[in-house]
């Protein structure tokens, strides 16, 4: 059933031009990241992973975070609009098939957004002239970052969920990812949702930063349960209102 | 009697405030039963607590013959089809693609789309956006959405709102149906009194959140029947007889108002009126205006 209800969801993302904010706003990190990069050459001696520390400086602090965000308010907007709450809630599913299959697609989506970002460094990389091809190290950084996304994704489907508004939710993930920033340099990061996607995806460093894979893991374990839990908690016990 | 829908003590809460108070609905199956009250009288939440959109505060729901609960909330509402409040719709959506979501979670075979969009004439606007549709157009689809996988309940709540006359007429005569042709039960809501005339078998009124009369339509006509209106050629004539037979009666606007008469008293009399060339040429009943029932009813509560 979770297959049914997830193709659903896929089928109510259809006609709208999400993918191409997808595709355009990425682009500003890769290219203020670059700019950075090409000023500050005297400094940055580590070719690709220098310009790696500018790339994810503007893309895992501004970035990221209010990408998944938009995705997650879409997803909700769908159903906040026009009393679909109503249908939504009366269709033969669980409430745990609906929560997991709209996390399906933000998870997804986590996934997708860093692979783009992948392109559009290697992309970037070899406009300001680097040599070869990225290091395969900076992929796994990148792919690790989308796990820490997935928290961030199932934070902001809740979020999207509570709060009706489109923008709400959006906002409160920029705060989130610079305060996650703050965090992750006071070392406070694996406590904080939106940290985990930085300090995943070595944000801002050269050299692999992430000191301990399992207490990542960890915090990566326990967000998730607790956000999904709380998602479908609230779809069980609180009163429709379309 | 076989009941889809029971309620016992159905009650909601709101801040300490009941708006829907001890409600024991009894829907018999394969029937239309007309939910009625005025506006905020408790109907939308009544229906939505059917349905499990809001937390029941207190009372208990039997559909089917089994006691809602959340284990077979499930097996329930796949036996479901409902529009509530208005219709929900996906506006970026087309007609079609809206009911291909609901018969893909409801796990319905394709062609059944055709077959409602059929039934409610939607099927020339089927690949046209949503939001592009009026209201009664939306009301349409939602229906359609409802009646996919022919579910045995049927919950409408005020489905002809937003429909011009003709559409009105038309989804009265389709859900008037639907007990004989598909065997549903359909329990639809309303605020206007001569709706339930043309659908339903069943009545039940709501008000303030009690439910303040529960029967067969019949039932409410008893209640509804007001008085015997005469319009005569020569009233001067007319009240001659009418006085002649000890009926009392009221001068209202050129018209003879009588308290109401058994149909063969009423035959009887208007021979005479005839014979004793009176000239009656009108005589109409005067149905009582849902206000007026609600009064008669409240104020005879004790005895329902």
Redesign the interface.
């Known amino acids: 059933m979770l297959t ?2 997830i ?2 969801e896929q ?2 993302l ?3 031009h999400l993918w191409l904010v997808f595709l355009a706003i990425p682009l500003l990190p890769t290219v203020l990241g670059a700019g950075n990069y090409v000023n500050n050459i005297g400094l940055l001696k580590s070719e690709w992973y220098s310009l790696w520390t500018q790339h994810s400086l503007f893309y895992a602090n501004f970035f990221y975070g209010p990408l998944i965000a938009i995705y997650c308010s879409y997803i909700w907007r ?1 159903e906040h ?14 409430e745990r098939e609906i929560f997991l299959a709209k996390l399906f697609l933000a998870l997804r989506c986590t996934v997708v957004l860093q692979l783009w970002v992948g392109v559009l460094f290697a992309v970037s990389g070899k406009l300001v002239g680097l040599p070869g091809l990225p290091p395969l190290e900076i992929l796994f950084w990148l792919l690790r970052g989308s796990l820490g996304g997935m928290v961030t994704a199932a934070l902001q489907l809740v979020l999207s969920m509570v709060i009706r508004s489109f923008a709400l939710p959006i906002a409160i993930a920029l705060l989130g990812s610079v305060a996650g920033f703050l965090m992750t340099s006071g070392g406070y990061g694996m406590i904080w949702p939106y940290s985990l996607m930085m300090m995943g995806m070595n944000a801002n460093k050269n050299t692999d930063a992430l000191s301990s894979p399992v207490g990542f893991a960890a915090a990566l374990c326990v967000f998730l349960v607790l956000f999904i839990s709380m998602g479908i908690w609230y779809l069980k ?1 609180k ?2 209102h ?1 | 009697m076989d009941y889809m829908v029971e309620t016992k003590g159905l009650t909601k809460q709101y801040g300490g405030k009941e708006v829907v108070r001890d409600v024991d609905l009894k829907v018999p199956r394969a029937h239309v039963y007309g939910f009625m009250g005025p506006n905020g009288a408790g109907k939308s939440t009544t229906l ?1 607590m059917l ?5 029941i505060s207190g009372g208990q729901v039997t559909i089917g013959g089994e006691p809602v609960n959340r284990k077979n909330r ?2 329930i ?2 036996e ?1 089809g ?1 529009l ?10 087309t007609g079609r ?1 809206n009911l ?3 018969q ?4 319905v075979p394709k062609q059944e789309i055709t077959q409602v969009l059929k039934l409610v004439r939607m099927e020339e606007q089927q690949n046209k ?1 949503v939001r592009e549709y009026s209201l009664g157009m939306k009301q349409r689809l939602g229906l359609a ?1 409802a009646l996919l996988g022919r579910p045995e309940l049927l919950i409408l709540d005020e489905p002809t709102n937003g429909l011009d006359p003709a559409g009105i007429q038309e989804i009265r005569e389709l859900i008037r149906e639907l007990p004989g042709r598909m065997g549903m039960t359909v329990l639809v809501s309303s605020h206007l009194l001569g709706e339930m005339d043309q659908m339903a078998d069943y009545v039940g009124i709501i008000n303030h959140g009690h439910l303040i009369f529960q029967d067969k339509l019949e039932a409410l006509h008893e209640h509804s029947r007001g008085s015997l209106r005469l319009c005569v050629m020569n009233q001067t004539a007319a009240l001659e007889i009418l006085k002649r037979e000890g009926i009392s009666c009221n001068r209202e606007e050129g018209a003879l108002e009588l308290p109401r008469l058994a149909d063969d008293a009423t035959a009887r009399l208007i021979g005479k009126l005839w014979e004793g060339g009176a000239g009656v040429y009108r005589a109409e009943e005067k149905q009582k205006s849902l206000e007026e029932i609600f009064l008669s009813l409240t104020g005879r509560r004790g005895s329902l």
């Open positions: 049914a209800c193709k659903t089928m109510k259809r006609h709208s769908v609009l026009n009393y679909n709450w109503n249908s939504l809630m009366t269709m033969p599913t669980t016990h009163d429709v379309a | 939505k349905l499990g959109l809001i937390q499930i097996a509402l796949k479901t409902s509530i409040e208005s219709p929900s719709y996906y506006g970026h959506l693609e291909e979501i609901v893909t979670l409801k796990k956006k959405e």
